[in-house]
């Protein structure tokens, strides 16, 4: 076991673990985070677990908890146009042929500044590569609220010399300590969806109808999904996305306005589990460096920041 705040002794196969600990008046808030690319493996409020995990001597199982930089979900083909020439990315989805979840999914994150008890902040430079010749550092900062709530800062500065195109996320799963994830109900305030085609690459949009439309709540049953949303409508400011029990407790993932998607992928293949799901925020869909959908840039020397969270979400 880590000391709050502070990396194990022995390091494993997923690098070093950080630990946030946080007294609060709804119990005690508590984080776990591995340094392979910057995956949120744990989170617990007065001993329920609001995310999947899975051991730290194995890869993050579809994408479980990691960061996503300098693009969330796919790219066709790996391949995109800039300035009239093709750029080739390395083929990270063999299966669909696609290069999915950036760059970083495999590179180690280091500290900061000092960790603290509750709080802590990770960083990871995206290198000039083939496919994408641009050099950025990518960093995270993980809190615990006053409430138990966990607050995740991502921040994106380039460092290089050329003006860069990028987009972020992350690939969080979700639960409610032990009930079965059929029975729990999911919301999404999205209008509209995603369509894609079968490699998974968005083919256009179209508005939230019958058994697709989550605004007002459907048990997860034996649904199997994996869609992103837009056109979120806000509550309070935020974008806010559920898992609620039939006793009413639950748990919410909440973003800043600048991720305006949601992906929502529904699987049964997460090890354990007859069914898991995730709720990956994103500040732009797939295949962005394509269409240009939510795409962003930054100049050399500007940053970008934003912000989202889970916490526990109990019924009034």
């Known amino acids: 076991m880590s000391a709050p705040g502070y990396a194990t002794a022995a390091v494993p196969a997923t690098g070093t673990q950080y630990q946030l600990v946080r007294d609060t008046p709804t119990g005690r808030a508590e984080a776990k985070i591995a340094a392979l690319a910057g995956a949120l493996r744990s989170y617990s409020v007065d001993g329920t677990e609001y995310v999947e995990t899975y051991p730290d001597s194995s890869?993050?199982?579809?994408?479980?908890?990691?960061?996503?930089?300098?693009?969330?979900n796919r790219v066709a083909g790996g391949k995109w146009t800039l300035d009239g020439r093709t750029q080739?990315?390395?083929?990270?989805?063999?299966?669909?042929?696609?290069?999915?979840?950036?760059?970083?999914?495999?590179?180690?994150?280091?500290?900061?500044?000092?960790?603290?008890?509750?709080?802590?902040?990770?960083?990871?430079?995206?290198?000039?590569?083939?496919?994408?010749?641009?050099?950025?550092?990518?960093?995270?900062?993980?809190?615990?609220?006053?409430?138990?709530?966990?607050?995740?800062?991502?921040?994106?500065?380039?460092?290089?010399?050329?003006?860069?195109?990028?987009?972020?996320?992350?690939?969080?799963?979700?639960?409610?300590?032990?009930?079965?994830?059929?029975?729990?109900?999911?919301?999404?305030?999205?209008?509209?969806?995603?369509?894609?085609?079968?490699?998974?690459?968005?083919?256009?949009?179209?508005?939230?109808?019958?058994?697709?439309?989550?605004?007002?709540?459907?048990?997860?049953?034996?649904?199997?999904?994996?869609?992103?949303?837009?056109?979120?409508?806000?509550?309070?400011?935020?974008?806010?996305?559920?898992?609620q029990a039939p006793d009413g407790s639950g748990v919410m993932l909440w973003s800043g306005p600048e991720f305006g998607y949601v992906h929502v992928f529904v699987t049964e293949a997460f090890p354990g589990r007859t069914r898991a799901v995730a709720l990956e925020p994103m500040t732009a869909p797939a295949n962005a460096l394509n269409s240009g959908e939510g795409l962003r840039w930054l100049e050399p020397d500007q940053s970008f920041a934003a912000e989202w969270g889970i916490r526990p979400d109990p019924a009034p």
């Not at 890869?59 to 969330?72: E, Q």
């Not at 950025?136 to 010399?161: I, P």
């Open 88 to 243: 080739q990315l390395d083929i990270t989805e063999p299966s669909l042929g696609n290069a999915s979840h950036g760059l970083l999914r495999n590179t180690g994150y280091t500290p900061a500044g000092t960790p603290t008890a509750g709080s802590l902040t990770l960083q990871a430079e995206i290198f000039p590569q083939h496919g994408y010749p641009f050099h950025l550092l990518h960093a995270a900062t993980y809190s615990l609220d006053d409430d138990g709530g966990l607050r995740v800062r991502q921040h994106l500065t380039n460092v290089g010399a050329a003006r860069a195109p990028f987009a972020l996320g992350s690939h969080p799963f979700l639960r409610v300590g032990s009930v079965p994830v059929e029975d729990l109900t999911l919301t999404v305030p999205g209008r509209t969806r995603l369509r894609v085609d079968e490699q998974l690459i968005p083919t256009g949009q179209e508005s939230v109808a019958g058994p697709g439309d989550f605004r007002g709540g459907r048990r997860i049953g034996d649904l199997l999904l994996n869609t992103a949303y837009t056109d979120l409508e806000p509550e309070d400011g935020e974008y806010r996305h559920r898992l």
């Open 59 to 72: 890869l993050p199982p579809s994408a479980c908890g990691i960061l996503l930089a300098p693009w969330p």
